[in-house]
């Protein structure tokens, strides 16, 4: 039983195309994430939803675009995608924002050709 | 900017052997600092936490410390095992309840049978 579960596991698509990352968790949880990570292992957070309204929105490009329908999934779209996006995205929730215990989930494999 | 730099990039220790992971952060309200690990094709893991009323923290075989007035905090692991083997980030969060955490670099930590 998944707490943080995240589809799909891998994604390998050309230059150009549009795709889309889901999230969800039921782990009754009000804040949510996306994290980026890249082939040197760094990690760095992309955007932050809590009880659907966005609270961090880093400096990414506006390709990206998440959506929060309620406060248990937070999904990622990508429009024009470009071979530097290619990457592991990682869906995070916790039980509220601030100082808390992040929940990670198994990741996404974006390989862009 | 707010920037977490993590130290060694690369270590590698003999089983029962200590290990020593040191992160310095910049943002001087930073109060919470968490430690991850992550394990091939996983997403990261909380193994410990400090927050910046306390200088020490330990949990069996981890430990961590915090010195707030030159803004490092290490993470000790004693006894290694081979299953240690993973990438640990260190993490900072900084004031403001967002939930926004910067991550360190990483470090891969290889434990020798």
């Known amino acids: 039983d998944t707490a943080v579960s995240q589809t799909p596991k891998y994604l390998v698509t050309q230059m150009g195309n549009d795709k889309s990352i889901k999230c969800e968790q039921n782990?009754?949880?009000?804040?949510m994430y996306w994290y980026k990570q890249d082939s040197k292992k760094f990690l760095k957070i992309m955007f932050s939803?809590?009880?659907?309204?966005?609270?961090i929105n880093e400096t990414v490009p506006n390709r990206f675009s998440p959506k929060s329908p309620d406060k248990a999934h937070l999904n990622l779209h990508i429009n024009s995608l470009e071979l530097g996006d290619s990457a592991v995205y990682f869906c995070?929730?916790?039980?509220?924002?601030?100082?808390?215990?992040?929940?990670f989930g198994s990741g996404t494999q974006l390989s862009v050709l | 900017g707010e920037n977490v730099e993590q130290h060694p990039s690369t270590l590698s220790v003999q089983e029962g052997d200590s290990a020593v992971i040191k992160c310095t952060y910049s943002?001087?309200?930073?109060?919470?600092f968490p430690w991850y690990k992550q394990e091939l094709g996983k997403g990261p893991q909380l193994i410990i936490d400090?927050?910046?009323?306390?200088g020490e923290k330990k949990d069996q075989r981890i430990a961590v410390t915090l010195n707030k007035t030159a803004k490092h905090f290490s993470l000790h692991i004693t006894e290694t095992q081979p299953e240690d083997s993973a990438v640990y980030f260190c993490?900072?969060?900084?004031?403001?309840?967002?939930?926004?955490?910067?991550f360190g670099q990483g470090t891969t930590l290889q434990v020798k049978p």
């Open positions: 400090i927050r910046s009323n306390v």
């Open positions: 943002d001087s309200a930073s109060n919470y």
């Open positions: 995070a929730s916790s039980l509220n924002r601030g100082r808390e215990k992040l929940f």
């Open positions: 782990l009754g949880h009000d804040t």
């Open positions: 939803y809590n009880n659907k309204e966005l609270i």
């Open positions: 993490a900072s969060h900084g004031s403001g309840n967002t939930g926004k955490l910067i």
